[in-house]
């Protein structure tokens, strides 16, 4: 098959998941769960435009490095080494030591996603955040699959995006009328404050959150910010053992099976994590 005769079928099968996956109700879930956190992701994007601009980069290509980066934290390490003219390879290892934390995120992205095709595994990477794992996770904390997942993240990750990018191009474009005695910085610092604040909901994340700033101060000595990456995986490591310490004194759901049914697969995973203890009933003659 040709592409010309592939393509307009490939577009509209890519219309019809588009149109499913924002009509469905877990879309607008996703839409309402970053409203509460957008005023924060924007004022950090605001901060990070601003930052662009003042260190020298021109307005066209800090708008291109906005959209194509989409990581304020990669973006606000980078800078400084940009405008230095420090080496490509060394530019390319500060983003990639900043950003090593989602590859702890990947690894429990890939319990809901990891069934999807990789282009769109792509796409959900690109549009991945902090903000929008930490609602995800607390929304779905089971870890099993579930058909509402898709459109929730799609809902949470436009939400987030728009967010980012209006304000970050704003203080693009705004930047040399935003004087530095306005202390935008302290201002983006404390919007996020309070989104993280808004996501502490058990002693799990509170335990978790008091360990990684707590390591992260200790090893703020560290280069190219290697401190970020030390708090997540200290944070990461309390926070699953926690979990397992849970698991450990929770007492297993005792499930009744009919003597002549099959398990379900979801049911047989919380088998065997220890979650449910299924009871066949006995066939009497």
Known sequence: MSYHAASPSALRRWR?????TTR??????????????????????????????????????????????????????????IMAGAPLWVVWLTASCVNLRFVIFSSLWRTYFGWLPRRQRLWLAYFSGDVIFAAFMKRY?????????????????????????VFSIAGILLANEVPLSWGLGFAGTLALLGVLLSMLFDRASWISAGVAATAAVAAFALPLKLNILV??????AVGLLIEALEKHRQVPEVVLVPADSRLPPEERE????????????????
């Not at 992701?41 to 066209?60: I, P």
């Not at 708090?231 to 990461?236: K, L, P, R, T």
């Not at 919380?270 to 003659?285: A, I, K, T, W, Y």
Request: with cysteine; glycine share 10%.
């Open 270 to 285: 919380r088998v065997r994590s220890g979650d449910e203890v299924p009871l066949r009933e006995e066939r009497h003659p």
């Open 231 to 236: 708090a997540i995986a200290a944070a990461v």
């Open 16 to 20: 019809h998941t588009l149109a499913t």
């Open 141 to 165: 904390p089971d870890q099993r699959r579930a058909p509402d997942q898709l459109p929730f993240f799609c809902g949470a990750a436009s939400t987030n995006w728009l967010a980012w990018q």
């Open 24 to 81: 469905h109700p877990a879309f607008r879930d996703g839409i309402r769960e970053m409203f509460g956190t957008a005023l924060g992701v924007g004022a950090w994007g605001l901060v990070t435009g601003v930052a662009m601009v003042k260190s020298g980069m021109g307005v066209g290509m800090a708008i291109f490095m906005s959209l194509l980066v989409y990581a304020g934290s990669a973006q606000l390490a980078t800078l400084p080494l």
